[in-house]
């Protein structure tokens, strides 16, 4: 199989390539290979963390080169940072770095993005830690004008395949946050409780679209959730919540995103905390107990 399983409905479901808060670059040496595997399983997507810094969230790769390894790799199955957090990075490159890759992968990419909670890797990097908010604001509108090549005298490199620049997903709860999706995004992404959340969170965001007189067409809405298999075995690590409850079936997760679905969610992004030993047979599990009865479902 080698095409994305997508409900009736279209809700999405992606996977993140290597277990949560990995311990040591050697568990990341199979990434792409596993997404390849992800691809053939039929997930529309694959999703790459991003911290400049090992710490409390392990390891991670950089999620530009690893989602570049990736496209090289495979043909179909879209590229999603989840989520690249916006204000360490210069905006003209990254908008040449983020145009090339949709390039490169023929339209596959998405850009997600967060204003970051870590102000370590902020001191690290030299960025002002108060001033993420504001920057990310600044930048997703000269990444959108730089991807539209509004400006000759500042053309980047290539221009992205998507007309336009690719998606943009945009992180965070508060109504900072939820305006900067308004205003910026394809989709709103965050993690979600449950139908009720999803609901306030849509109405939310038309509320604000609302009274600040913006008419785009709303984003969508997006999650990320954690999923641990029946039957496998947990990291030693509390990931919070976990979708169809800590003692999770097929069908108490397929009801879960079912009830999502209903609620208005567009896509879903999963985290496997389970060991690196146990990762390719979760996610094959995923995709033959979950996305097989989700699409009837």
Same mark, same amino acid.
């Given at each position: ?8 409905? !279209?809700?999405?479901? #992606?996977?993140? $390539? ?19 595997? *992800? ?18 969230? &392990?390891?991670?790769?950089? +999620? ?26 210069? +905006? ?13 992968? @023929? ?5 997600g993005v ?7 890797? =902020? ?7 108060? /001033?993420?908010?504001? @920057?990310?604001?600044? %930048? ?14 500042? @053309?980047?490199?290539?221009? $992205?395949?998507? /007309? !336009? !620049? ?17 205003r910026f995004?394809?989709?709103? %992404? ?18 604000? *679209?609302?009274a600040s ?5 709303? +984003? ?5 959730? =954690?999923?641990?298999? $029946?039957? =496998?075995?947990?990291?030693? @690590? ?5 979708? #169809?409850?800590?003692?999770?079936? /097929? ?6 995103? &079912?009830?999502?679905?209903? /609620?208005?969610?567009? *896509? ?30």
């Amino acid at each position: 199989m080698d095409e994305s399983v997508e409900t009736s409905d !279209g809700l999405r479901l #992606g996977i993140g $390539p290597h277990r949560l808060w990995t311990d040591a670059e050697v568990e990341l040496d199979n990434v792409v290979e596993t997404a390849c595997t *992800a691809e053939q399983l039929g997930f529309d997507h694959v999703i790459a963390g991003s911290h400049v810094l090992a710490g409390e969230l &392990g390891v991670t790769p950089d +999620p530009l080169v690893m989602l570049s390894a990736i496209a090289g790799a495979t043909s179909r199955i879209g590229l999603a940072t989840s989520v690249l957090i916006l204000p360490l990075y210069n +905006p003209i490159v990254l908008a040449h770095q983020t145009a090339t890759l949709d390039r490169l992968s @023929r339209g596959r990419f998405t850009l997600g993005v967060g204003t970051g909670w870590d102000r370590t890797e =902020f001191d690290a990097v030299g960025v002002p830690f108060e /001033a993420r908010g504001k @920057r990310t604001d600044e %930048y997703l509108a000269e990444l959108g004008a730089l991807w539209r090549g509004e400006d000759p005298g500042r @053309r980047i490199g290539v221009a $992205p395949c998507t /007309a !336009g !620049g690719p998606p943009v997903w945009v992180g965070g709860q508060s109504d900072a946050a939820l305006l900067r999706a308004v205003r910026f995004g394809a989709a709103w %992404y965050g993690s979600i409780s449950g139908p009720a959340e999803l609901a306030r969170i849509r109405g939310r965001l038309a509320e604000l *679209a609302a009274a600040s007189g913006i008419e785009r067409e709303l +984003p969508q809405t997006n999650s990320v959730a =954690f999923v641990v298999p $029946p039957g =496998f075995p947990a990291i030693n @690590r509390d990931p919070g919540r976990l979708l #169809g409850g800590p003692q999770a079936s /097929a069908t108490s997760i397929v009801d879960e995103l &079912g009830a999502l679905r209903e /609620a208005g969610l567009g *896509a879903c992004s999963l985290w496997l905390p389970v060991p690196t030993t146990a990762f390719a047979d979760a996610m094959s599990w995923v995709a033959q107990e979950v996305m097989s009865q989700l699409k009837g479902h």
